[in-house]
């Protein structure tokens, strides 16, 4: 249920709603106490009715807000609402970056300046444990000044396990399913899909499928129904980048392939090298420019989906 402008979540008063996604709500606000504007995500009450889940979402809310990283959002605070579960961050302004995708691929520079961005966020993420679980372009946030902030880490962990998944759903734009596994399915790991332990590398595999659609302008795994981008995911490889850009080097092919091994232990062995192979393909010659980018302005964080 929407919450009116004027709520107060303790020194927090609700001003407007920004979104609504499967993971809560998202609302503009003001702290009271430090006199600013805020974004508070509100997760769905049942949260709160399963004691371990709750554990988790507070367990996940210290670390995500220890991770005082430029290319993450600041986490400030969390708390419960009637008995619904909140994360209090700061308020950004930009877009995600899935607006932007949904007008088709982006310049290989540019894509490069995002993806060093990611990069740089996950690697200090991972340095500390954490571990996303749900990286999709509706979890990167592009302000509009050209930063990338990775939304929402950890709380693709809050989400009910489901076993299976209905095969005769259709795949969606943007294809999500609330619940499903860990993650949403047109971004999952294979052994995400799998229902195996997923680390580190797993947002590596995500990040692989992030890069392949900002170059390419398509996803790299498709299927008519979620049961059969699963199994693409887990099977097949995705098309040549050089058959959907010919601007895109070898090079930076190659770095997209690495993201996308199947075996874990084939990829990246750290965000850290990833980002410095980007690095060293920028210095190249096709270095980031994140100028020539048509943002509408907006204002939104948290991540709605």
Known sequence: MPFASGTKFDHYEIIAPLGAGGMGEVYRARDT?????????????DYAKDAERLKRFEQEARATSALNHPNILTVHDFGLHESAPYLVAELLAGEELRAQLNAGAITPKRAIDYAQQVAAGLSAAHERGVIHRDLKPENLFVTNDGRVKILDFGLAKLKPLKQAVDSE????????NPGVIMGTVGYMSPEQVR??????????FSFGMILYEMLSGQRAFNGATVADVMSAITRDEPPELSETNAKI????????RR???????????????????????SLSGLGPNSSGSNRTEAVQTLGTT
């Open 33 to 45: 106490r430090l006199d600013r504007e805020v974004a508070i995500k509100v997760l769905p009450a």
């Open 169 to 176: 759903a259709e795949t969606m734009k943007p294809l999500t």
């Open 195 to 204: 229902g195996q332990e997923a680390d580190h590398r797993s947002d590596i």
């Open 249 to 256: 080097s070898p090079a930076l092919d190659k770095i997209v």
């Open 259 to 281: 993201c996308l091994e199947k075996k874990p232990e084939r990829r990246f062995h750290s965000a850290h090298d990833l980002g410095f192979a980007l690095e060293a393909l």
